[in-house]
């Protein structure tokens, strides 16, 4: 059986754009219980709401699936994107894939790599985990005596990656640009590892500054 929550999950798929009390209707639950359920989900950013003029009176508060909210239920995205993907493999050559990899990622990564140009790496590692994060990664970095790591908890393309290794140039590529000095991967889940690593030297980072400060 559904939880109350995935009910209400799977009713806001169904029937955008639904009031508490309809929800309370659909689930079979009361107002107060549904509200709870809802200001979980909206901290979450699974649900979103604004208000709707509906006939005479007052507007009333209606809720629907934000983007991650729709991306809970089973989709054949994946599916679709793997089949692109191989029909691309077929008809271009693996360096023309590579290109459009890098074009994506620098489409993603140019106005944040302009931010991040001059500031000292540890203010480009947290700009890296803000556009990360807005991509579907959840990265932490820390540092130790002589270096940097920046791990990669989650990634959306995980799955995706298995078949297709070459949309990994994707994060590598963002990683490059907001940087802008060199990160080495030391692990990778595609080769059996809990998650991906990066580790960048702090020798590494001293010289960029160099570099930028006389500029």
Partial sequence: MKSTR??????????????????????????????HHLDA???EGMVN???????????????????KGQEHFPTRYFRLTNQLIEQMKQVLPIETIQQIFAGLANDISSEQGKRAFSRPIEEKLNILKELLAREGFVVEWDKDEDSYHLREISCPYMHIG?????VCTLDQTI??????VPAQKITCVLSGDNLCTYVIPCKSTETENDRTTHQ
Wanted: no cysteine; hydrophobic share 35%; charged share 25%.
């Fill in 49 to 67: 709401a604004e208000e709707e003029r509906h006939g005479v009176g007052r507007p009333r508060l209606v809720y629907f699936l934000t983007e």
């Fill in 6 to 35: 995935e009910r209400i999950l799977q009713t806001l798929l169904e029937r955008s754009r639904t009031s508490i009390a309809e929800l309370a209707k659909e689930v079979g639950i009361n107002t107060i219980s549904v509200r």
């Fill in 162 to 166: 298995h078949n297709h290794p070459e």
């Fill in 41 to 43: 989900l909206q901290s």
């Fill in 175 to 180: 990683i490059a640009n907001i940087l802008n």
